[in-house]
T-cell receptor
Framework: RKEVEQDPGPFNVPEGATVAFNCTYS??????FFWYRQDCRKEPKLLMS???SGNEDGRFTAQLNRASQYISLLIRDSKLSDSATYLC??????????FGAGTILRVKS | DTEVTQTPKHLVMGMTNKKSLKCEQH?????MYWYKQKAKKPPELMFV???????INESVPSRFSPECPNSSLLNLHLHALQPEDSALYLC??????????????FGPGTRLTVL
């Protein structure tokens, strides 16, 4: 079993749609969780950290379910500029981040 | 300011060459990282420096040699690379607060091609 698993997609959605990505992780001792976005041939950029209580930043909402070892990202009112690869990232121990393979989102007009 | 800079942006080298990748941050971060990313794959951790000391080496071949001259700089020395080492090399840094919320910020990467 992979340490961090994501549906690779691609998710093809129209502008204005709501889309959700899921991610599962294998290590129950994992301490912190993040969503990064990566545009083609660019570096990963932090989108948001994920907390047990859930957190929201504008059109983006992240949720963490420790019991099920599951993380989600919801994007509302999708924009063309949201097209990217979304990486689920788990801090397994110390400074060690483990990346999921990424979910490709394509928003079309 | 969450800027991590890397030079060069692109590098083409032969298998007998010696070259170095450079990374710099001025955010006062005390942890710095090297990652390797192949096309259509996620980044893979190579090395971690914490307070200028190597703390993690993910069984990276010795043809890759990291160096941390000071708290702001991180180098990756390359020697006798193979064509399969061609990839995007990403540097990152974090505050190293030994807490679960320590966040890593990435530089733009160096795209390396080994001929």
């Amino acid at each position: 079993r992979k340490e961090v698993e994501q549906d690779p997609g691609p998710f093809n959605v129209p502008e204005g749609a709501t889309v959700a990505f899921n991610c599962t992780y294998s290590n129950s001792a994992s301490q912190s969780f993040f969503w990064y976005r990566q545009d083609c041939r660019k570096e990963p950029k932090l989108l948001m950290s994920v907390y047990s209580s859930g957190n929201e930043d504008g059109r983006f909402t992240a949720q963490l379910n420790r019991a099920s070892q599951y993380i989600s990202l919801l994007i509302r009112d999708s924009k063309l500029s949201d097209s990217a690869t979304y990486l689920c990232v788990v801090n397994m121990e110390g400074n060690k981040l483990v990346f999921g393979a990424g979910t490709i989102l394509r928003v079309k007009s | 300011d969450t800027e991590v800079t890397q030079t060069p942006k692109h590098l083409v080298m032969g298998m007998t060459n010696k070259k170095s990748l450079k990374c710099e941050q001025h955010m006062g971060h005390r942890a710095m990282y090297w990652y390797k990313q192949k096309a259509k794959k996620p980044p893979e951790l190579m090395f971690v420096y914490s307070y200028e000391k190597l703390s993690i080496n993910e069984s990276v071949p010795s043809r890759f040699s990291p160096e941390c001259p000071n708290s702001s700089l991180l180098n990756l020395h390359l020697h006798a690379l193979q064509p399969e080492d061609s990839a995007l090399y990403l540097c990152a840094s974090s505050q190293e607060r030994h807490s679960s919320t320590d966040t890593q910020y990435f530089g733009p990467g160096t795209r390396l091609t080994v001929l």
